[in-house]
């Protein structure tokens, strides 16, 4: 866990929120001079309170993350009530489709409110349903009456779980936002070129190919940084506790000791950034299009030299997200902001839209 407070608060403030499967995560901005500055920040693991080590991913009701979030509050010395909040991408569906086109704006969303109900596999009166049209970067190359729409849809009971956890945890938020949204904005900088998101999460890993800021692609891959840390701790004969130390403090950089997890961690890793380079070979080849660079984000990439790895398997540019540099902070604290990064992207992003909102 970690807590941290860097300035006094006299501007009004507001809360990023990241509810994940084994860590809940807060960042609280405030404007000044045009700029988002960082006051506060914090992470509270959550399998102490559903009776598991930290790393292990939970499955907590309502009232228990509201109490995680209420302790996180306090200890990071959150002073705001004003939040936006992340929803996982499991506990939601996001697909792109191809549409029939309409030139008339109303009748491109009644065509698209219609359609979408084809994908989504319960009532459309069950979900609240959101979707954007993909730009082309060769309108003419597109087939002939189709527009590319990704549909976004969440479930009203997972609606209703975040809105019982704010209230428990007495904040009060503004937007529910999909946690990838939250973290393109917060790491992705290419306003062009489709880039490749790796959102390595405790549980699972996200991949997604996001072109013009809009999400062209997405695939889940059944292994996290949770697997990682459970090798380390068969092969090292170590707790998890310490087989998660060990994966973020050592890492690839390990020298050769008893104590070493390279071998357990390239055994984890290849698997996923084998099934991610043929996720992106794959749609290379399918849209002649060069992905720019791989993006490493979420708990799961705060490993030691985990770029350098990822750099031996992937064709092109890997580099660690690092979303606290959207934001002031003093100078001091900048090498610990860009090693706990990957962790906060959802949360930083969130807090920069409500921070635009405000």
């Known amino acids: 866990m970690a807590f941290f407070g860097l300035f006094g608060y006299k501007s009004k403030s507001v809360l990023g929120v990241d509810i994940g499967s084994s860590s809940l995560k807060v960042v609280q901005l405030k404007k000044q001079s045009g700029k988002a500055v960082l006051e506060t920040y914090g992470e509270l693991a959550l399998g102490p309170y559903a009776g598991l080590e930290v790393g292990q991913a939970t499955n907590l009701p309502a009232d228990k993350i509201a109490e995680t979030l209420r302790d996180l509050l306090r200890e ?22 191809e549409l029939p ?21 319960v009532p459309i009166n069950e979900v609240q349903l959101d979707w954007f049209i993909v730009p082309e970067d060769d309108p003419a190359g597109a087939p002939k009456g189709k527009v590319r729409v990704l549909l976004v849809a969440v479930h009203n009971d997972e609606l209703t ?83 998660e130390a060990l994966k973020k403090k050592k890492g690839f950089s390990a020298a050769p000791a008893v104590a070493d997890p390279r071998p357990q961690l390239e055994l984890s890793y290849s698997r996923i950034f084998a099934e991610a380079e043929r996720v992106l070979k794959q749609y290379e080849s399918l849209h002649q299009k060069a992905i720019a660079t791989v993006i490493l984000t979420g708990g799961g990439a705060v490993t030691r030299d985990l770029a350098r790895y990822a750099q031996t398997v992937f064709p092109v540019e890997v580099r660690i997200a690092n979303p606290f540099a959207k934001t002031e902070a003093p100078a001091f604290i900048r090498p610990v902001l860009e090693e706990i990064g990957p962790e906060f992207a959802v949360a930083v992003g969130i807090a920069l839209r409500k921070l635009e909102d405000a």
Do not use: W
């Open 76 to 97: 990071a010395k959150v002073t705001t009530k004003e939040c936006g909040v992340g929803i996982p991408l499991a506990r939601s569906l996001l697909t792109s489709v």
């Open 101 to 121: 086109h309409r030139e008339n704006r109303e009748e491109q969303k009644t065509v698209i409110e219609l359609e979408a109900r084809k994908y989504i596999p």
């Open 161 to 243: 779980l975040l809105s019982s956890v704010m209230k428990g945890a007495g904040l009060d938020a503004s937007f529910y936002e999909l946690e990838i949204f939250s973290t393109i904005r917060a790491v992705v900088d290419e306003p062009v070129k489709p880039v490749m998101i790796l959102d390595i999460g405790a549980a699972t890993t996200k991949v997604y190919i996001v072109e013009h800021g809009i999400v062209a692609f997405s695939h889940t891959i059944t292994t996290g940084g949770q697997d990682a840390t459970r090798a380390i701790a068969v092969g090292g004969n170590v707790t998890i506790a310490t087989a």
